[in-house]
């Protein structure tokens, strides 16, 4: 398909649309809607924006964004977008044939008709995003800990790991990482599924930051006859170790020309440590769950936007990154 043939389609979506139809940037999350559509350019009215409230949309870059699509084996990855050019992915969305993936932060071609980036006022259009199915309250046990968290359980099968895509699983694990809280089980859980998908020392990113792939070694002294044994024939008397304590094995070793695995059994273990947390990209998100909330007459609305509020109290201390120097000895992953 041509893009003067998805362009004239396009306008055809713009056209139909009702007046009070609200669309929705995929990153900013800011709220517009379709002022006027011609044949070179659409026009679009934000509705959150005291100053620059309309702006057109050139022909042109929807060509370019078009051609970056469809040269995209996995779909475009939105945060290389222009800052000015969040609204051009929302727009676009309204083409039967591309679509807008929050998981993933892409913009993709499918062979089927997709949903769209509007949130209200179109009647049989199913809405994107966080409204695109209603609140259900999944089970597991970390429900109600952050909104945010919230949201990504919610948008995933959480019970079959290994098939949601490195995404999606990298997103998951870096909320879960920042909460620290009634989540160790399920984060270990999407730990070991990402484990085989990463690499040393390659931090692999997701749409809410990164991990990578490190190890741990961990020793624990071998038979106390057996370690007695090695240490007297390389000349250390018994009496200097007595009792295999592991602070004097260690002078010992300092001072002889005996490995570590002359006296530990060494083991080391893979595991996963959140590497980035992408602070702007979660406020940004909050800010316009916030904004959605802000107009919603669901009776639900106004428990969640105290939980917002709680959670504004709080997201500094739970969302605080700490370097790979910092480890929990207790858990097998950061």
Sequence with gaps: MTFSVSWHTLLEECDDLPEEATLLTPLSQHRFRIGDVQEHRIVVEYLDRDVDETRPLQRD???TLYRRITEAADGFDLSRLPTDADPYP??????????VDADAGVIRETESPTGTQIIEGAPGVAPAG???EERTEPDV??????LLLIDALERHDVTDLEELETSSLINLYTLLSD???NAN????????ALLDRLHHDQPVHGQFGSVQRTSRRRRNLKDEDEVLAALEEAGIDRERVLGVDADKVDDALEVTDLTESAVYELEEREYVRKAEVDEEVKETRLQGMKDRL??????EADELRAEIEEL????EELTEFKTGRKFHTQSGVE
């Design 312 to 315: 504004e109290d709080r997201i």
């Design 90 to 99: 929302a727009v676009l969305s309204l083409h039967p044939r591309f679509e």
């Design 141 to 146: 046990e970390v429900y109600g800990d952050a």
């Design 185 to 192: 089980d399920l984060r270990q859980a999407v730990s070991d």
């Design 130 to 132: 966080d409204e695109a």
């Design 179 to 181: 909460m620290q809280r």
């Design 61 to 63: 870059q929807f060509e």
């Design 294 to 299: 802000a107009v919603s007459d669901d009776p």
